[in-house]
């Protein structure tokens, strides 16, 4: 099983950016799936989920500004992010659940300059 995420770049503030994260090895369907950011030093954050019925969930600091979405056919899940602001600079990964196992994709790296 693998995911890859990428979209990620530099940013000015109050830009956007789309992020995707496609898995190979197993199927999005029936799971759920989401994206966690980190900061160096810190703690691995949730930022945004969404279930296999596609109810979705996102974390305070980002709602009304981040939607996440999800294509089946393509096992691809994307984070749409808007109004960026420099605290948003993090590495984002992309997670799947399957059953009692989260698979992880390398991050890919979110930068917003102010």
């Known amino acids: 099983v693998q995911l890859q995420a990428s979209g990620g770049g530099l940013v000015q503030t109050g830009g956007s950016l789309r992020l995707s994260c496609s898995a190979t090895g197993i199927t999005f369907s029936g799971n759920g799936v989401g994206w966690y950011r980190q900061v160096p030093g810190k703690q691995r954050e949730p930022v945004a989920a969404?279930?296999?019925?596609?109810?979705?969930n996102y974390q305070d600091f980002v709602k009304g500004r981040f939607t996440i979405s999800r294509d089946d056919a393509t096992n691809t899940v994307y984070l749409q992010m808007s109004d960026l602001k420099p605290e948003d600079t993090a590495i984002y990964y992309c997670?799947?659940?399957?059953?009692?196992?989260?698979?992880w994709g390398k991050g890919t790296l979110v930068t917003v300059s102010s």
């Open positions: 997670y799947l659940r399957y059953d009692i196992l989260d698979y």
């Open positions: 969404i279930s296999s019925g596609g109810s979705r």
